[in-house]
């Protein structure tokens, strides 16, 4: 008999929670790389104050996807490494579950990394980063990310040398997600009218449905051993 | 003392197959074809008025782009029949596109940069269409690499069809990106240019003349030709390493 699957997908979710909690390695991991990050482009742009302000939903997203990477890749290989992948495998659960449940929780830890440099980036780069259509294209962007992201991450999981194969494989599949994201990002920092971005938005979002469905299906052949 | 014996290896060869008839026929038709399209556009078509010569590399630079266009497509579809019948042929025809098609995707950056040289002024520079068009080569480039990283052969096949269909959008965003991101200055020559595009040139009958059949020879012999042998040689490879495995066991 197999688990239902909301069951298995919310059992997947907490338990990364729940080992989150208690050893705090992804989190903190992200946040410090994203925090470092941030001042790494604050100092490198400190000389051109202009060049820091148009450079602001550049150095957002970067840094989100950096963050992102370092992420998934520990997330996947824990599971690995633990051998907790291939216990899941072999429990009754249907392997889109195994993914969407993997994604979920990839997407709830990247999401908390987001909301907190948000802020952050607003303090340092003065400039008010916490509108609410950016941040609805900060939830959009990250879920797009984290989709292909734990894909791809369980695939480069079993190649030589995982830690540089998943950017290099996911950084230009990323790219259609970046640049929306980008776009988007831009144009509502610049208060600009609705109908300059909602069209990067839509593309965003178009994209990111395409993404996941494709993941969706291709999850199957992924996970298959 | 006793004297070694040496044990003569019984003599085992990987069946030969020669190539189909109708690869070598399809071999042969790509290659006047080929010299044809070039006499075409070297010989045949009138000079530019304003761009002179340099305008001829037109005719293998966006027709090799389409002929990346089809061997990545191939990839897909390879990608696709294998996860789907596993039959290791269409992984071998997917792995070929990627091969053939980052080889046309470099032809058409490289001639992209000796045609912007003289008229940009500049080898490269980080318009969007050039870089989605880098980054589509730098994907694919990671296709090759992550097929090298994989060790088990199954497990490659099935992921590696799983990527060459996720690497296809970036090819797609190549295609595209110059009618949605409007500052571009590369020049679309089917249908109106984007306002601050430079270098452009009209689409004259002699233009069309020597461009169509170019582009129809990459867009469908070239890399339908190349990957086939690439595939056959594939799976020839394939076919030693079998036997080497096949000795050492014994």
Redesign the interface.
């Known amino acids: 008999m197999k688990t239902p699957f909301r069951t298995a997908v919310l059992a997947i979710v907490s338990k990364d929670l729940r080992a989150e909690i208690r050893s705090r390695e992804l989190l903190s991991v992200m946040a410090i790389f994203a925090f470092l990050c941030i001042l790494v482009f604050s100092f490198a742009l400190e000389l051109d104050r202009v060049a820091r302000e148009e450079a602001i939903s550049g150095v957002l997203w970067v840094t989100l996807v950096f963050a992102s990477l370092l992420g998934f890749n520990r997330s996947l290989a824990q599971e690995g490494d633990q051998g907790n992948l291939d216990a899941m495998l072999l429990a009754p659960v249907s392997r889109p579950a195994i993914f969407l449940g993997k994604l979920l929780s990839n997407y709830l830890f990247t999401l908390i990394v987001a909301l907190v440099i948000l802020p952050l980036m607003t303090v340092i780069y003065n400039s008010n980063l916490l509108k609410g259509w950016l941040i609805v294209t900060t939830l959009l962007g990250v879920f797009g990310f984290s989709a292909?992201g734990t894909?791809?991450a369980m695939?480069?999981l079993?190649?030589?040398?995982r830690e540089a194969?998943l950017p290099?494989?996911m950084l230009?599949?990323a790219?259609?997600l970046l640049?929306t994201a980008v776009r988007a990002t831009t144009n509502i920092l610049n208060d600009n009218p609705a109908r300059e971005w909602l069209v990067w938005l839509q593309?965003l979002a178009a994209v990111t449905v395409?993404?996941l469905t494709?993941c969706w299906l291709?999850s199957g052949?992924?996970l298959?051993? | 003392m006793t004297t070694k014996t040496k044990v003569m290896p019984t003599r085992q060869t990987v069946e030969a197959t020669p190539m189909p008839r109708a690869l070598q026929l399809l071999t042969i038709v790509t290659l006047v074809g080929f010299c044809f399209t070039l006499a075409l556009g070297l010989f045949v078509a009138g000079t530019d008025i304003q761009q002179g010569e340099i305008q001829r590399i037109f005719y293998i630079h966006m027709p090799s782009f389409f002929g990346a266009f089809t061997a990545f497509g191939l990839t897909v579809v390879g990608g696709i029949l294998y996860?789907w019948r596993k039959n290791e042929q269409w992984d071998r025809i997917a792995g070929a596109g990627v091969e053939v098609g980052l080889a046309f995707a470099l032809i058409n950056l490289v001639t992209g940069a000796i045609w912007a040289r003289p008229i940009w002024n500049t080898w490269w520079t980080w318009d969007p269409r050039l870089t989605?068009a880098a980054?589509?080569a730098?994907?694919y480039a990671?296709y090759l690499?992550?097929r090298a990283?994989?060790?088990?052969e199954?497990?490659k096949r099935?992921?590696m069809?799983?990527?060459g269909?996720?690497?296809f959008?970036?090819v797609l965003?190549t295609l595209f990106i110059i009618r949605?991101v409007p500052e571009t200055i590369h020049p679309v020559i089917v249908g109106a240019s984007p306002q601050n595009a430079q270098g452009s040139f009209e689409a004259t009958s002699g233009v069309v003349m020597a461009l169509v059949p170019s582009l129809l020879l990459w867009l469908t012999l070239m890399p339908i030709t190349l990957i086939w042998h690439r595939s056959r040689i594939e799976g020839r490879l394939e076919a030693v390493n079998r036997l080497k495995l096949q000795i050492l066991s014994e």
Do not use: C, K, Q
């Not at chain 1, 079993?158 to 040398?161: A, D, G, N």
């Not at chain 2, 990283?149 to 088990?152: A, L, Q, S």
């Open positions: 292909i894909l791809l695939l480069t079993h190649t030589r040398s194969m290099i494989a230009p599949v790219l259609p640049l593309l395409i993404y494709l291709l052949f992924v298959e051993e | 996860l989605s980054i589509m730098l994907t990671a690499m992550l990283g994989i060790e088990d199954a497990r099935t992921f069809s799983v990527y269909i996720f690497a959008t970036s965003v949605v």
